[in-house]
């Protein structure tokens, strides 16, 4: 087995063990079986260690080979901050080393594991081998939101949210009507479980364009979005909140529609401030009983890498995106309808920088080696 196809492998088990951990960690499984959580550091270690031999036997460029060595000092500064050696580190050493991998394959084996993982859950949740969240609440009257097997009900929704999402992106105009049908159908019975208004909005949204371009036959990207679509996010997630900050009836209203969110980046702000690096934050994410602890997360992609990670990793995030935009991988429609929709699901909710959500943060990873290997996909 030479060289190439050894690196390609070391790749693809470190992904499948990444994903198959950060998904995990999101459901009951790991409260129902403390074991797990001592497992899944292992799996993690192992995923770096295989990423780190990638690294070694692959052949980089001078360019390539600099540009790894002046990120590498950078981002450990941020991992060291923030204390996230099990989470932020693996996706680092995933982006820095996909040298020869075509992402498109990457992207199918994503959408298999998640679906398989998915399945297993429900399953497991519906023979009663994982339990209901204690973390199930109603709102807006008695409707109960529903954790169908993961530790919080918005999971298993944001979950298949960004599976509709990549699917119809990997599918691209070949995609049939029974299977937008079929998209539609799960989101909504996960709305109706949930309540997960946010995520079955974006689904709603990206199905009913993925239908509009596949049956006008449109083909035309936009430069603009592409580029831009990233940095807009970010301009509105702190727009908005300076418009809380300072008082407005708009910040107010906006607060409201999007439940309170404002109100928590502001507390943030005034707690943690912004740093260069980042900071080690223990978000509370969810009430005490009986306790002054109130819950304290902050939805927002944008403002919760921003005041957990610091400056240096949003603005690397979103030059990386603008420079995506430039690159022939984005130049079509499907590429266009996947980052404005991934980031309008962005502006409020936590998802950009979770490997097991977000995928596309690997595409980071072609700036660094000059490749455009996604471009082959199947038209």
Not at 200 to 222: D, E, G, N, P, T
Request: glycine share 6%.
């Amino acid at each position: 087995m030479n060289r190439s196809i050894v690196s390609k492998y070391l790749y693809i088990f470190s992904f499948v063990l990444v994903i198959f951990v950060d998904f995990l960690s999101r459901t009951m499984f790991v409260e129902g079986f403390s074991i797990l959580k001592n497992v899944s550091k292992i799996l993690v270690i192992s995923a770096c260690i295989m990423l780190l031999v990638k690294l070694l036997i692959d052949k980089h460029s001078k360019i390539e080979l600099y540009t790894i060595l002046i990120l590498i000092p950078i981002l450990s500064v941020i991992i060291f901050m923030t204390k996230t050696y099990y989470t932020l580190l693996p996706i680092f050493l995933l982006v820095i080393s996909v040298r020869n991998i075509n992402l498109e394959k990457i992207l199918r084996i994503w959408l298999f594991e998640i679906i398989i993982l998915m399945l297993f859950v429900s399953v497991s949740y519906y023979m009663d081998i994982i339990g209901e969240t204690t973390r199930v609440f109603g709102r807006e009257g008695d409707k109960i939101r529903y954790g169908l097997g993961y530790g919080y009900s918005s999971f298993s929704a944001n979950y298949f949210f960004h599976f509709t999402l990549f699917y119809s992106f990997i599918r691209r105009e070949k995609i049939k009507v029974l299977e937008i049908i079929a998209l539609f159908i799960t989101n909504y019975y996960l709305y109706i479980k949930t309540d997960t208004k946010s995520a079955f909005a974006c689904s709603v949204l990206l199905l009913f364009l993925v239908s509009i371009i596949k049956y006008l036959k449109l083909s035309k990207q936009s430069n603009f979005l592409n580029k831009y679509t990233m940095l807009c996010g970010f301009i509105i997630s702190l727009g908005t909140l300076f418009l809380y900050r300072f008082g407005t009836e708009v910040g107010e209203l906006l607060n409201t529609l999007v439940t309170g969110r404002l109100r928590l980046a502001d507390k943030a702000w005034d707690e943690f401030g912004i740093t260069i690096f980042g900071q080690k934050i223990l978000w509370v994410t969810e009430n005490q009983w009986m306790s002054e602890i109130e819950y304290d997360y902050v939805d927002s992609s944008f403002l919760n890498i921003l005041f957990n990670y610091g400056i240096i990793l949003i603005l690397l995030i979103i030059v990386g995106y603008y420079l995506l935009g430039k690159k022939k991988l984005s130049n079509n429609v499907f590429y266009t309808l996947m980052i404005v929709i991934l980031g309008i699901h962005c502006i409020y909710d936590p998802q950009l920088l979770e490997i097991s959500h977000n995928p596309s943060i690997l595409f980071l990873g072609y700036l660094i080696t000059g490749s455009d290997i996604i471009y082959n996909l199947k038209r």
